[in-house]
Nanobody
C-alpha cells in the first residue's frame, strides 16, 4: 500500500519561510511526477508546483519566484521551499505522486492527507 506523508506545515508571519516535505512509501514501481496543490475552504484546489522525474517543473502563477520545488528521487521525497510568504498562501497543502505500483497497467495519482500552512499578517 502506498502512503504519502507530509510534514513541515505550521504558522509563520508574512514574509517568512517554510519548507514542506512529502515522502512516498510502500511498494512502488516508479514515480513519474510529484508535487503540491493547495486547498482553501470554498475555493477550487490550486496548483502550487509539480516536478517530474526528468526535472521539468510547473508552478502556479501566484507562487512563481517565491516557491521552489525539489525532489530526492532516491528517497521518493518531494520538498517545497516557500519564501516571502503572504497571508493569501494560507491553505492546506496536499502532496501528490503520479506513480505505478507493480502489476498496475497505468500510473495513478496518490495523495497525502495534507498539512496546514497559516500565514499571519
Amino acid at each position: 500500500q502506498v502512503q504519502l506523508v507530509e510534514s513541515g506545515g505550521g504558522l509563520v508571519q508574512a514574509g517568512g519561510s517554510l519548507r514542506l516535505s512529502c515522502a512516498a512509501s510502500g511498494t512502488i514501481y516508479g514515480i513519474n511526477a510529484m508535487g503540491w496543490y493547495r486547498q482553501v475552504p470554498g475555493k477550487q484546489r490550486e496548483l502550487v508546483a509539480t516536478l517530474t522525474t526528468g526535472g521539468s517543473t510547473n508552478y502556479g502563477d501566484s507562487v512563481k519566484g517565491r516557491f521552489t520545488i525539489s525532489r530526492d528521487n532516491a528517497k521518493n521525497t518531494v520538498y517545497l521551499q516557500m519564501n516571502s510568504l503572504k497571508p493569501e498562501d494560507t491553505a492546506v497543502y496536499c502532496c501528490y505522486a503520479a506513480l505505478r505500483i507493480p502489476g498496475a497497467p497505468y500510473e495513478y495519482n496518490y495523495w497525502g492527507q495534507g498539512t496546514q500552512v497559516t500565514i499571519s499578517s
